[in-house]
């Protein structure tokens, strides 16, 4: 099993359409983990770190769910401007500060 | 305003010629990491400093090296450059390496985008 495993995509969908990006990860005991957004060529940009309890930025919702070792990203009222790689990111049991990414899922979003 | 700054954003150099590029943070940071990122792959860490205590990883060639003078700033040093070191190079910091409220968030400068000849 993969240490992060994200859906493989790509998603294309159109403008105003909800998405959802699932991630698993292997470590029951990591703590720490975050959604980042990456466009071609550009460095990852953190997009929401992912809390316990879930957390909520405008259209982003972030869950997590510990018992599953899932977490989740949902994209409401997608904007063309939402188009990017979305990196599922774990700092695994064991490293108190290595990055785990996933290898990432693509979103295009149409016009 | 930019928090993580990285010269040059691209960076040409020759087979075998040494390079340096740089990173630096206004947010004082306690953490500093580099990483290597090939096109379509995940960014691989190379090593990191928590403050002044340099951290390599296991598998990073000893072609790289790194030194950080202060707080602020940190170097990558690529001693003899080979073609498969093309790559985006990305520094990015933390403000600690524990798990707890966010300290060790990570923020990702632009990059450097090193070509070898």
């Given amino acids: 099993r993969k240490e992060v495993e994200q859906d493989p995509g790509p998603f ?4 105003g359409a909800t998405v959802a990006f699932n991630c698993t990860y292997s470590n ?27 957390n909520e930025d ?5 869950q997590l769910n510990r018992a599953s070792q899932y977490i989740s990203l949902l994209i409401r009222d997608s904007k063309l401007s939402d188009s990017a790689t979305y990196l599922c990111v774990v700092i695994l049991s064991g490293s108190n500060y290595k990055l785990t990414f ?5 979103l295009t979003v149409n016009p | ?9 691209y960076q040409v150099t020759q087979f075998g010629k040494p390079v340096t590029l740089s990173c630096s943070q206004t947010l004082n940071h306690n953490v500093m990491y580099w990483y290597q990122q090939k096109s379509s792959q995940a960014p691989k860490l190379l090593f990191h400093y928590y403050d002044k205590d340099f951290n ?10 790194s030194r950080r003078p ?3 700033f940190c170097f990558l040093d690529i001693r003899s450059p080979g073609l498969g070191d093309a790559a985006m190079y990305l520094c990015a910091t933390s403000r600690d390496r524990s798990g707890t409220s966010g300290r060790d968030t990570q923020y990702f400068g632009p990059g450097t985008r090193l070509t070898v000849l």
């Fill in chain 1, 12 to 15: 294309n969908v159109p403008e």
């Fill in chain 1, 28 to 54: 029951s005991a990591s703590q720490s983990f975050f959604w980042y957004r990456q466009d071609c060529r550009k460095e990852p940009k953190l997009l929401m770190s992912v809390y316990s309890s879930g």
């Fill in chain 1, 58 to 62: 405008g259209r982003f919702t972030a």
């Fill in chain 1, 102 to 106: 996933g290898k990432g899922t693509l």
């Fill in chain 2, 1 to 9: 305003d930019a928090m993580v700054i990285q010269n040059p954003r």
């Fill in chain 2, 56 to 65: 390599n990883e296991a598998d990073t060639p000893d072609n790289f090296q």
């Fill in chain 2, 70 to 72: 202060n707080t602020s």
